[in-house]
Each structure stands twice: as structure tokens, then as C-alpha cells.
């Protein structure tokens, strides 16, 4: 069975950090990019960053370039998410997930990816 365990949300200040964790299992860890996504309240999901553990290839949403940092743990089965300077705005549900086929859609299309973890919140308060 395929899960995905989000983790290490909580509530921060304005300029503060968090580290969030996905533990996956019941898949080839290398087979498939995970993704990071959020929702915030009354706004759609939108896609954060994504990595390919096989070879360390990430991606990033415009609006968290330069502030956070994805990277994966193949020995754990574990995706990370380090946020670092984090604003008001990174207030959401924050989604792990895993990526079931490529499309032209590009890299954190939410409709690509297939099994999704539980979410955890951040909050980060001004």
C-alpha cells in the first residue's frame, strides 16, 4: 500500500524556519518524483517543489525560490522541505505527493500526481 506521512508542521514567526518531512512507503523510493504542495484557506492547491531522488533533480515554485530547500533521503524513503525566511503568506496545509505520469501540464501540476499524504499545517504568524 502506498503512503505518505507529512510531518513537522507547527506555528513560527515571521522570518523564522521549519522543516517539514515525507515518509513514503509501499513504492520504489527512486521510481518517483515527490512534490511538495500547500492550500491555503479558500485557495485552490498549489504546487511548491518537487525532487527525483534518483538523481537529486528539483524544482521550485516561483514564490518559494531562493527560501526553501527540498532534498530527499533515499536510505529513509524521506522527501524534506526546509523553509527558511518564511512570510505570512506560507500559511497553509502543506501536502506531500507523489508524481503518477508526467504531463505537458509541467512539474507541479496537482492533477499528476497520484497518492497524496495527510497534510500538516504551517503557520507563520507577523
Known amino acids: 500500500e502506498v503512503q505518505l506521512q507529512a510531518s513537522g508542521g507547527g506555528l513560527v514567526q515571521a522570518g523564522g524556519s521549519l522543516r517539514l518531512s515525507c515518509a513514503a512507503s509501499g513504492f520504489t523510493f527512486e521510481d518517483y518524483f515527490i512534490g511538495w504542495f500547500r492550500q491555503a484557506p479558500g485557495k485552490e492547491r498549489e504546487g511548491v517543489s518537487t525532487i527525483a531522488p534518483s538523481d537529486g533533480f528539483t524544482y521550485y515554485a516561483d514564490s518559494v525560490k531562493g527560501r526553501f530547500t527540498i532534498s530527499s533521503d533515499s536510505a529513509k524513503s524521506t522527501v524534506y522541505l526546509e523553509m527558511n525566511s518564511l512570510k505570512p503568506e506560507d500559511t497553509a496545509v502543506y501536502y506531500c505527493?507523489?508524481?503518477?505520469?508526467?504531463?505537458?501540464?509541467?512539474?507541479?501540476?496537482?492533477?499528476?500526481?497520484?497518492?497524496w499524504g495527510q497534510g500538516t499545517l504551517v503557520t507563520v504568524s507577523s
Open positions: 505527493a507523489r508524481l503518477g505520469r508526467a504531463t505537458s501540464w509541467g512539474p507541479l501540476a496537482v492533477p499528476s500526481y497520484d497518492y
